[in-house]
Nanobody, 122 residues
Framework: QVQLVESGGGLVQAGGSLRLSCAAS????????MGWFRQAPGKEREFVSA????????SYADYVKGRFTISRDNAKRTVYLQMNRLKPEDTAVYYC???????????????WGQGTQVTVSS
């Protein structure tokens, strides 16, 4: 079992930045690929970014590529999502997720956090 707790959400103006954190507990953090998803009101949850267990491989959705950066610190059992040049359309609840592999974490993660709200004002 893995428990995930997100933090760092908030209200920011368009063009601003936020850094989300996801702290993991439970099984060995460094064994898992980690990911971020988001869900806007009235829309389905969508993939944002993922990172391999070592941090050596990352993946981004096209709509955040070049603006968002995922990273992880296995010693701190934490994964981060640095979000720059935020747009109003980035407004959503952001969820942290984990799974055994990059392929799985981008599609059907085994574990989810509770989410953190990000609101970008125009």
């Amino acid at each position: 079992q893995v428990q995930l707790v997100e933090s760092g959400g908030g209200l920011v103006q368009a063009g601003g930045s936020l850094r989300l954190s996801c702290a993991a507990s439970g099984r060995i953090f460094s064994n898992y690929a980690m990911g971020w998803f988001r869900q806007a009101p009235g829309k389905e949850r969508e993939f944002v970014s993922a990172i391999s267990w070592s941090g050596g491989s990352t993946s981004y959705a096209d709509y955040v590529k070049g603006r968002f950066t995922i990273s992880r610190d296995n010693a701190k059992r934490t994964v981060y999502l640095q979000m720059n040049r935020l747009k109003p359309e980035d407004t959503a609840v952001y969820y942290c997720a984990s799974a055994d592999t990059m392929v799985v974490v981008t599609k059907v993660p085994a574990y989810w956090g509770q989410g953190t709200q990000v609101t970008v004002s125009s």
